[in-house]
């Protein structure tokens, strides 16, 4: 079976945070599955920056083959990406699309449905609003073109959690819509599961900076908790929002409990979670929220707010699921201060080790193609229809 990825953007383009490593951990999983041949269509868009190349190609060290198209205008509009498109897809029995509003959704859709290709949409919380949603009548505009294109025997929205199907269905209602999890890459825990901890509570965010996040309930949250914090911030945004936070950090005068360290990969990263005691992830909304699934594989509890579907972290006794209101998130933080967070980190750690496999994922990912591929052949109406035959 030939799978054909399409995504704005690869790994190591780490200006787009998690989706880059999820895109990446997926393929790589499915690259290594018996009989199936992956190919990545993507373009170098990175930020600002474009992605290094001869680095990226260097370093790829699995089976299946990247294609990086050159920036032609920013974000990520690459016409040569429009070029080799249609031959690409004509070699697949499937195609990945990844993302939605980006220059590469609705060429993919139109002609998936020109040649009657399966598609699986990966839609990565796109989809869903909260309070603070900009540009909404474009995006509205956007999602009726997309929806147009799609068919629900050919296309299935790939969602992590059933509120992002309910929502996603609402603005594309011409496709069908299945959860499944992502997965997360298990590393070797090189730090002892250890209780003893010093006088200070050590907190960490690590994302991207946007006011979606909920850093400034975060930082207002510090100085409405009883224990002693430190706060550390890894991410980047946009310049005047974290000029904003840093604002706000000296206006709670925070300086000596909050550090802001940018973006932070590799080995940084690593060092970033051997530190903490506990990862902190307050969104108003997010559809599955990677670090909080990273955070958990490396043994570190989490307090995550209510608009991440991360509940059962409560169920397992690996974090709290909390609003995230400043008063609701000091309280949890105090909380937490008191609860076994070693222990708890271990148990997080075993269930992503049980649950959240990219070995898994990715064969519960092939049989969602394999079923679009005989919904297809067969002329039934819905994955579902397949799924029974």
Request: hydrophobic share 40%; net charge positive; charged share 25%.
């Amino acid at each position: 079976m030939k799978i054909l990825f399409v995504s704005p953007s690869f790994y190591p383009a780490f200006h787009y945070g998690g989706p880059t490593f999820i895109n990446r951990s997926l393929c790589n999983a499915l690259g290594r599955i018996d009989g199936i041949d992956v190919e990545v269509l993507t373009t170098d868009a990175n930020g600002s920056q474009r992605v290094d190349l001869p680095a990226a190609e260097a370093n790829h060290r699995e089976s299946y083959a990247i294609t990086y198209c050159r920036r032609t205008f920013r974000p990520d509009i690459a016409l040569g990406l429009l070029w080799r498109l249609p031959s690409m897809m004509r070699r697949a029995d499937v195609v990945h699309l990844n993302g939605v509003y980006s220059f590469t959704t609705i060429p993919t859709l139109a002609l998936c449905r020109l040649l009657r290709k399966p598609l699986v949409w990966s839609t990565m919380g796109a989809l869903q609003r909260w309070q603070g949603t900009t540009k909404q009548k474009r995006k509205a505009l956007w999602e009726k073109v997309c929806d147009s294109l799609c068919a629900p025997e050919t296309v299935v929205m790939h969602v992590t959690s059933e509120e992002e199907r309910t929502e996603s269905l609402e603005k594309i209602g011409n496709a069908g819509a299945l959860v499944l999890r992502n997965g997360i890459d298990i590393p070797p825990l090189d730090r002892p599961n250890s209780e003893t901890r010093g006088d200070v509570l050590r907190l960490l965010y690590l994302g991207r900076l946007h006011p979606i996040k909920g850093i400034e309930n975060l930082l207002r949250a510090l100085p409405l908790a009883q224990t002693k914090i430190s706060l550390d911030i890894c991410g980047e945004g946009d310049a005047q929002y974290e000029a904003r936070l840093r604002a706000l950090v000296d206006e709670l005068d925070l300086a000596r409990a909050v550090r802001f360290h940018g973006r932070v990969d590799g080995s940084a990263k690593e060092e970033r979670f051997r530190a903490a005691d506990l990862c902190i992830a307050p969104s108003f909304k997010e559809a599955f929220c990677t670090v909080v699934l990273e955070s958990m594989a490396r043994a570190v509890p989490v307090i995550a707010g209510r608009g991440i579907p991360w509940e059962r972290i409560e169920e397992i006794g690996c974090g709290l699921w909390v609003d995230n209101e400043p008063r609701e998130l000091a309280r949890a933080i105090d909380r937490a201060a008191t609860m076994p967070l070693a222990a708890m980190g271990a148990k997080g750690r075993a269930w992503m080790q049980r649950e959240y496999s990219w070995t898994d994922v990715a064969e519960e990912m092939c049989e969602v193609y394999r079923r679009l591929i005989r919904a297809r052949r067969s002329g039934q109406t819905t994955l579902e229809q397949a799924q029974e035959s």
